[in-house]
């Protein structure tokens, strides 16, 4: 069915992979439908110490750990993707939680060769887009796939993605990072919006004043 002429675009949240260190885009993955439900919640890092510490009960010592979740549906009903199903798409989503062949196979070279040390691979950086607003580094912490339908191949071609997301912030990626820039930008656009909240009165909360 066709939209109606001059019909707002519809704008797609989604996943971007950033080479972390030059910023480059390696890939975006868009989500075919938006969820209905986007589920954040935040554990605030304030400052320890014994119950009557009146001198640190208001200090932060950091960003809060958010915490996002989304739910997605995505189905194969795109001319683009029918004779493998969801494969691909899915396939791009589970290798951002994968460290790649090639350096498996690298780990396990320098291992016989009797490497003391091998260092852990660094993956692409992580950017979850909802919006011109919500533009924020992430690592995935969860990541679930629930296949609903198959075609006669038995590529799957209905699929619900369940993902956790852990926000990164300057104290995970430092100040001189792409996405400790990315960071603060993200925390700049809520101080941008919250700027524009319309402060209440003492008295919509029926006192007097403070």
Known sequence: ???FPGSPKLVKGG????DPGNGAVQQIIALQY???TLTRSFKIKGVGGESGDHIEALRLVGPPSETIKVEAEIDATDAQVTQLGLHPVLAALELMVYPSSAHLIANNTQASAGTLEIVPLETSLTVF??????IVPVRITEFSVTEEAFDVALNPI??????????LTVDDLGFDQNGGGLFLAYLQAKEQLAAKNKSATA???????F
């Open 158 to 167: 209905r699929a619900k993605i369940s993902l956790g997301m852990l926000a």
């Open 203 to 209: 008295g919509k909360l029926g006192i007097g004043g």
């Open 129 to 134: 887009i909802f919006g011109a607003r919500r």
């Open 15 to 18: 996943l971007a992979l950033l």
């Open 1 to 3: 069915m066709s939209s």
């Open 34 to 36: 938006n969820p209905d």
